[in-house]
């Protein structure tokens, strides 16, 4: 009698798997899916390859600044009844080259400056929320993410500044790098510091606003340091250490967008709780097994 049970229990089970694989199958051949997994793929490898950048000039508060007063960009949207990604763009934009301005134009220290701006922003976007009546999906979906949102406009917009941003780095890697280690060196061989400078804030504004439809305003500046921390542990060479951060920030991406199908969770916090257990996951490795290459 066990025997038939055990039995009937594995057939259940396969039964089960067969029945998970093709409404897994039937959910692939949906627009909105399959949008999902192109955007994640493409949004993985862009905040890979800016995050890089990121931590090791230091930049995160900067992009969790931008990320944060973007809320103002959002609730603009909302109240002028725009979509919120066409305000978002413009917005993160001017926000990010104003911050460095103000950063360049003091003698405040860069972290006072990003503190005033956003607090003062936030402050801003909260009053304007406040004023929005009625429905807030939209609203609500931009703070938190909502990837199964993303439509063919925003997977162009994603795919044109992850284009630009690759063309703009990867040719002039050698120069990024000698100024990312070392801004005076870098200055006195010729590098055009400031405009290289001002180029990157606006290609992170940019990234910083079309990741937060996947991401969330709240979640949006780990989309980009995780990914590239957790390839920082696995390599000290630069270019290694870059290649790891895409990988780490695309396959991060799409596995949480399945573990959010799967525990009918919200899209951008589990993306990024992927990308938090798999640095905690490499970091154990290191610490304990191997060392970074």
């Not at 897994?24 to 949008?35: D, K």
């Not at 801004?183 to 937060?212: C, E, K, M």
């Not at 439809?213 to 780990?222: D, F, I, Q």
Request: aromatic share 10%; with cysteine; net charge neutral.
């Amino acid at each position: 009698m066990p025997v038939i049970i055990n039995l009937f229990n594995d057939c259940q089970i396969t039964w089960l798997a067969i029945a998970s694989s093709n409404d897994l199958l039937e959910l692939l051949q949906l627009a909105s899916i399959q949008r999902a997994f192109m955007g994640a793929a493409l949004m993985g490898i862009l905040g890979g390859m800016l995050g890089s950048f990121v931590t090791l000039r230091q930049l995160s508060f900067f992009s969790h600044a931008v990320g944060h007063a973007a809320l103002v960009g959002v609730a603009l949207g909302v109240l002028l009844q725009i979509n919120p990604t066409w305000m978002l763009l413009p917005f993160t934009l001017v926000f990010g080259v104003i911050v460095l301005y103000f950063i360049d134009k003091t003698d405040l220290a860069s972290d006072s400056i990003l503190s005033i701006v956003l607090s003062g922003a936030l402050a801003i976007g909260l009053i304007l929320t406040s004023q929005i009546k009625g429905y807030r999906g939209n609203l609500m979906a931009v703070l938190f993410g909502d990837i199964l949102a993303i439509d063919t406009t925003d997977l162009i917009l994603t795919l044109l500044v992850l284009v630009g941003g690759s063309i703009f780095l990867l040719s002039t890697l050698r120069q990024q790098i000698l100024l990312t280690l070392n801004p005076d060196v870098a200055q006195v061989q010729g590098v055009p510091v400031q405009l290289y400078r001002y180029a990157f804030v606006v290609l992170l504004s940019l990234a910083v606003a079309v990741a937060i439809k996947a991401v969330g305003v709240l979640l949006v500046n780990a989309f980009l340091v995780i990914p590239a921390s957790t390839a920082k542990l696995m390599s000290h060479h630069f270019s290694r250490f870059l290649v790891m951060s895409v990988i780490v920030g695309s396959i991060s991406s799409i596995v949480g967008i399945v573990v959010s199908g799967i525990f009918n969770l919200a899209s951008g916090p589990s993306i990024v709780l992927v990308q938090f257990l798999l640095f905690v996951a490499v970091f154990i490795w290191f610490k304990f097994s191997l060392k970074p290459a």
